[in-house]
């Protein structure tokens, strides 16, 4: 059985071009992640950033427990009136200069469902939105990918 194991190897999505970030220039940046009423596919992918394949520490990125302990909130689903409150208050309590990442085609407005009774249809409909991953759901190889390049884009202004 072990035999098998060693013989598998590791599989995974190449990563060169971010290889050549975290040897550049060093970001830093702390994120509180908001389930605003998701599927939990964007959650599962957000989970897998922490894993040791994608480390995202690697790249100076982090989840946070606290919205005071963040520089920006990083947000999964469409935005339910039920949590509303929830993530408005979250979403105050993150300190100046704060970021707001909408990961996912819900949180993006390109969801199945769209704004009804129950939700509205983005994030942008309750946050101001600066960055935008879309996909049902993004990699966690696409979510480090797109925080990292712009975030490079922004701090080279």
């Known amino acids: 059985m072990f035999n098998k194991i060693w013989k598998t190897g590791k599989v995974t999505e190449t990563d060169e071009h971010l290889q050549k970030i975290s040897q550049g220039e060093k970001l830093s940046l702390h994120l509180r992640h908001l389930d605003a009423g998701s599927c939990n596919g964007c959650d599962f992918e957000i989970a897998h950033l922490s894993n040791p394949i994608y480390d995202i520490q690697q790249y100076g990125l982090d989840i946070v427990a606290s919205p005071r302990h963040a520089d920006g909130v990083l947000v999964t689903g469409s935005v339910t ?3 509303y409150e929830a993530i408005k208050k979250t979403y105050e309590a993150v300190p100046e200069p704060k970021k707001v ?8 407005g390109k969801g199945i469902i769209g704004s009804n009774y129950a939700q509205y249809s983005s994030v942008n409909e ?3 939105v600066d960055i935008e991953i879309p996909g049902c759901p993004p990699s966690p190889k696409k979510i480090i990918d797109t ?3 712009e975030m490079s884009k922004k701090s080279k202004v």
């Open 101 to 108: 990442i909408a990961v996912g085609d819900c949180a993006c």
């Open 126 to 128: 309750v946050l101001p």
């Open 147 to 149: 925080i990292v390049r």
């Open 81 to 83: 009136h039920n949590l």
